[in-house]
Every structure is written in structure tokens, then in C-alpha cells.
């Protein structure tokens, strides 16, 4: 077992010289086994070795039992030993996953390398688990043999080879009682699915660890090669294989506040980019909405609308990513970002309802067709101002004034639309 454990290691590149390596352990044989290889290959491995154990306090005296045998065999072989524990309470998740996140952050607050005893019969059941809950290829590769500063090193070792090695060192370990009882769907594949493959193929256990492990492989070139800066255009990514489409698409929705896509989340991205709507748009987890914005995807801003502002005249106002500025006329000037204008009563700036329309010269036409036709993404429409007063609209920043309203001769005021560009937004 020590060779194939060095071997694994080296391939993986899990450990350095001067690495320090402390493995969690729990009392089990899986453990025990784990640590009590690498103390021996310690020096080969030029590392310092520590062990951890934390205690869940979820079995009473059995608990305090294993507490007792980690800390007596760690003594035995002078292995410094760090101990944490609490009381765990059953989340969302469960009873199980619970005790899990608590022993694992436990670990992390730890200074080194941490090293659990998962063994290739261990990565096989991961893949059975995830096979009868649905998965795809990074399911179906199982533990990863390394994530940050974790690592789990005996993913090529199976359970018989833990035994013959502790049996061949004369070395203990505790079993959970747990781990007899059915109530976990793992210890269901462990006592019934497992076997009955066995009977198959005794091998089992290790040939589904090693493709789990040439899977994550392949998952992580596809991965490679669907990573972008920047998230492609609607029609790259319809030209784009399935395989490397969903994959930039499940990116694009990590670093838009979705920390763990599903596949429900990354077809809801997909309808988007071959839907025949250029402004549809999908609700996703965490108040995320996504919109196709013609060629594009992007995030929409929680609160996009422009709340009904006051424009002084003379005077200005910011709206948004506007400032808008009235002053009197000295010529009657016309554009889309300049109107000139004679108001009725007080002008405010608002962004556009339901019914807007004005007079352009080709003649009246909805607000909305008028940004449709102009391609204004859905998700920038309410950010338009409108300037409007008493009778009515007198025009639109990008589209210019209602003819219905322009100034036909002077006295009259000139409305003056500037796009801010990222400087400070005050009233």
C-alpha cells in the first residue's frame, strides 16, 4: 500500500518537500491506515507530519471513545495531534452534511496541507451516489484529489489494501457504529450495491475510482476551453459544441452570483441564447435576472428605473447615468440629445410608461417601437430619460424632441442630455 500511496502522490503532485501534512483522522481504519503510511514515507517525503481529529459529540461515550484512541496512538508514535469538536446541529442539509461542514472548517483553520483518508472504494460509491441523483461529467468524476489546500491521497487505494496494511503492521482502529446502520443512502451502496458488483467484478471499486479520475481530466480540458474573459455573443455560442457551450455558460453565471449552477440553470442561460426573443430574459437563484440584450447576455441592474426627478430651469439634474441641464435658449437647436422646447408648468424627468408615444417626422410612434427599432436592450430602456411636463412628453434622450412640443420661435429653453462617464453621480 506505501508504494502505491507514494506513487499516486508523485503523479498528482498532492505533496512538496517541506510541505506540512496533517492528516484527519477520525480513529477508522481508513485513517489510521493513511497516517500511519505517510509517518512511514515521511522522510522520503521530506514533510513534517501532524494528525487532526475532531470530535462531533454525536454518539456519547463511543465519541469520546475514539477521541481517547486517536490522541493514545498519536502519542505512541510521537505525532503531534490538533483537537477540535462541538456541538453539531442538523442543517438544511441534514444531520450528516452538518457534521461534515463542521469538521471541515475545523480543518481549514489549520496551517498546512490537509490529507483525508478517501480510498478508491470511497470515490466509487461518490460516483454510484451522484449516477442515482443525476449528474454529468463532473459528477461522474468523483473526489478530486486535490482542492486547495486538500488533498486525498489514498484515491488508489482500495479497502482490502487498507486491511492487509494494518493487518500486516498489527496497527488498531475504531469502527463507527454508524457505519452498520442504513439510514445514510451511502451505507446502502456500501453494504448491498457494492457487493453484489463485486460479484462482477472484484475490481470494481478501483476501476470506477480511475475513471472517475481520467474523467475530471477531460472535464477539466473541456472546462480549459470554455473559459472566456468574457462571455462569446448569442451567435458564438449557438456555433459553439453543446459540450463547451453549457460550460461558458455555467461560468458566465459563477461570476454573476450564481456560486453553484445546476443543470436547470444553465438550459434557462441556453433558452436565452437560442430564443427569437433579442430581450428575453430569465429569473435565476440570489434575485438574478439575465437578459438577452440582441447579441448578448447580460446581468440586469436590481433597480434600473429613473425615480421622477425635478429639472430646474436654468438648473440640472442626474438621473441615472445622465446629468440633464436647462438653460434658456439663445437658438433653437434640435438633436438627439439637445431639445429646445417651451414647457407648460414644471418639467420633470422620469423613465418611460406604459403608452408613451411622441411625433417624430415620419410621423407619431409608440416609445417603445422606437427603442425596439433603435435595438435599446430590453434591460436599458427604463434607464432612458423622458422629459415631460404638465401636457405631456417633450422629448427623449437618443431620440430627441416630440415635434408635437418643439419650440417654434424664441423665448424658449434648451434641455441638454449628457451621458455621464463614471464620474461621481450626485443630485
Given at each position: 500500500?506505501?508504494?502505491?500511496?507514494?506513487?499516486?502522490?508523485?503523479?498528482?503532485?498532492?505533496i512538496?518537500?517541506?510541505?506540512?501534512?496533517?492528516?484527519?483522522?477520525?480513529?477508522?481504519?481508513?485513517?489510521?491506515?493513511?497516517?500511519?503510511?505517510?509517518?512511514?514515507?515521511?522522510?522520503?517525503?521530506?514533510?513534517?507530519l501532524?494528525?487532526?481529529?475532531f470530535?462531533?459529540?454525536?454518539?456519547?461515550?463511543?465519541?469520546?471513545?475514539?477521541?481517547?484512541?486517536?490522541?493514545?496512538?498519536?502519542?505512541?508514535?510521537?505525532?503531534?495531534?490538533?483537537?477540535g469538536?462541538?456541538?453539531v446541529?442538523?442543517?438544511?442539509?441534514?444531520?450528516?452534511?452538518?457534521?461534515?461542514?463542521?469538521?471541515?472548517?475545523y480543518l481549514?483553520?489549520?496551517?498546512?496541507?490537509?490529507?483525508?483518508?478517501?480510498?478508491?472504494?470511497?470515490?466509487?460509491?461518490?460516483?454510484?451516489?451522484?449516477?442515482?441523483?443525476?449528474?454529468?461529467?463532473?459528477?461522474?468524476?468523483?473526489?478530486?484529489?486535490?482542492?486547495?489546500?486538500?488533498?486525498?491521497p489514498?484515491?488508489?487505494?482500495t479497502r482490502?489494501?487498507v486491511?492487509?496494511?494494518?493487518?500486516?503492521?498489527?496497527?488498531?482502529?475504531?469502527?463507527?457504529?454508524?457505519?452498520?446502520?442504513?439510514?445514510?443512502?451511502?451505507?446502502?451502496i456500501?453494504?448491498?450495491?457494492?457487493?453484489?458488483?463485486?460479484?462482477?467484478?472484484?475490481?470494481?471499486?478501483?476501476?470506477?475510482?480511475?475513471?472517475?479520475?481520467?474523467?475530471?481530466?477531460d472535464?477539466?480540458?473541456?472546462?480549459?476551453?470554455?473559459?472566456?474573459?468574457?462571455?462569446?455573443?448569442?451567435n458564438?455560442?449557438?456555433?459553439?459544441?453543446?459540450?463547451?457551450?453549457?460550460?461558458?455558460?455555467?461560468?458566465?453565471?459563477?461570476?454573476?452570483?450564481?456560486?453553484e449552477?445546476?443543470?436547470?440553470?444553465?438550459?434557462?442561460?441556453?433558452?436565452?441564447?437560442?430564443?427569437?426573443?433579442p430581450?428575453?430574459?430569465?429569473?435565476?437563484?440570489?434575485?438574478?435576472?439575465?437578459?438577452?440584450?440582441?447579441?448578448?447576455?447580460?446581468?440586469?441592474?436590481?433597480?434600473?428605473?429613473?425615480?421622477?426627478?425635478?429639472?430646474?430651469?436654468?438648473?440640472?439634474?442626474?438621473?441615472?447615468?445622465?446629468?440633464?441641464?436647462?438653460?434658456?435658449?439663445?437658438?433653437?437647436?434640435?438633436?438627439?440629445?439637445?431639445?429646445?422646447?417651451?414647457?407648460?408648468?414644471?418639467?420633470?424627468?422620469?423613465?418611460?410608461?406604459?403608452?408613451?408615444?411622441?411625433?417624430?417626422?415620419?410621423g407619431?410612434r409608440?416609445?417603445?417601437?422606437?427603442?425596439?427599432?433603435?435595438?435599446?436592450?430590453?434591460?436599458?430602456?427604463?434607464?432612458?430619460?423622458?422629459?415631460?411636463?404638465?401636457?405631456?412628453?417633450?422629448?427623449?434622450y437618443?431620440?430627441?424632441?416630440?415635434?408635437?412640443r418643439?419650440?417654434?420661435?424664441?423665448?424658449?429653453?434648451?434641455v441638454?442630455?449628457?451621458k455621464?462617464?463614471?464620474?461621481?453621480?450626485?443630485?
Open positions: 500500500m506505501q508504494n502505491k500511496l507514494l506513487k499516486f502522490i508523485r503523479e498528482q503532485g498532492l512538496e518537500p517541506g510541505d506540512r501534512v496533517i492528516c484527519a483522522v477520525s480513529g477508522g481504519a481508513d485513517s489510521v491506515a493513511m497516517l500511519f503510511a505517510l509517518y512511514l514515507l515521511k522522510g522520503k517525503l521530506g514533510i513534517s501532524e494528525a487532526a481529529h470530535n462531533h459529540h454525536l454518539r456519547g461515550e463511543e465519541s469520546r471513545r475514539d477521541e481517547e484512541f486517536v490522541r493514545d496512538f498519536c502519542a505512541r508514535y510521537d505525532i503531534p495531534l490538533h483537537v469538536g462541538g456541538q446541529q442538523p442543517g438544511k442539509k441534514g444531520l450528516e452534511a452538518a457534521a461534515r461542514d463542521a469538521r471541515y472548517a481549514q483553520s489549520l496551517d498546512g496541507k490537509i490529507a483525508t483518508a478517501h480510498t478508491a472504494d470511497d470515490n466509487a460509491e461518490t460516483v454510484l451516489l451522484h449516477l442515482i441523483r443525476g449528474t454529468g461529467l463532473k459528477g461522474l468524476g468523483g473526489i478530486a484529489p486535490q482542492r486547495g489546500r486538500l488533498i486525498r489514498m484515491l488508489s487505494v482490502q489494501e486491511e492487509s496494511f494494518l493487518k500486516e503492521w498489527s496497527l488498531p482502529h475504531v469502527e463507527d457504529s454508524s457505519n452498520e446502520t442504513d439510514v445514510f443512502l451511502r451505507n446502502r456500501r453494504h448491498h450495491v457494492m457487493p453484489l458488483l463485486r460479484q462482477e467484478n472484484p475490481r470494481i471499486g478501483e476501476n470506477l475510482s480511475q475513471m472517475a479520475l481520467r474523467l475530471r481530466l472535464e477539466a480540458y473541456l472546462t480549459q476551453q470554455s473559459t472566456f474573459d468574457t462571455l462569446p455573443d448569442v458564438t455560442l449557438r456555433a459553439m459544441p453543446r459540450a463547451l457551450r453549457g460550460r461558458a455558460l455555467e461560468v458566465f453565471l459563477k461570476r454573476n452570483g450564481i456560486p449552477p445546476e443543470d436547470v440553470h444553465i438550459s434557462q442561460a441556453e433558452a436565452l441564447v437560442f430564443s427569437d426573443n430581450s428575453a430574459r430569465a429569473a435565476f437563484p440570489g434575485g438574478v435576472t439575465i437578459s438577452r440584450c440582441y447579441d448578448t447576455l447580460t446581468v440586469l441592474a436590481e433597480d434600473s428605473k429613473i425615480c421622477e426627478t425635478s429639472l430646474p430651469c436654468p438648473g440640472q439634474a442626474v438621473v441615472g447615468d445622465y446629468r440633464v441641464i436647462c438653460e434658456p435658449s439663445v437658438e433653437i437647436r434640435n438633436t438627439p440629445d439637445t431639445i429646445t422646447v417651451c414647457p407648460s408648468g414644471e418639467m420633470l424627468l422620469r423613465s418611460r410608461k406604459s403608452g408613451d408615444a411622441l411625433r417624430l417626422p415620419g407619431s409608440s416609445l417603445k417601437k422606437l427603442l425596439i427599432d433603435r435595438k435599446v436592450p430590453a434591460s436599458q430602456r427604463e434607464k432612458i430619460p423622458v422629459l415631460c411636463d404638465d401636457l405631456g412628453i417633450l422629448g427623449v437618443s431620440i430627441g424632441v416630440n415635434l408635437d418643439a419650440a417654434e420661435s424664441l423665448p424658449a429653453v434648451t441638454r442630455f449628457e455621464l462617464q463614471g464620474e461621481k453621480q450626485n443630485g
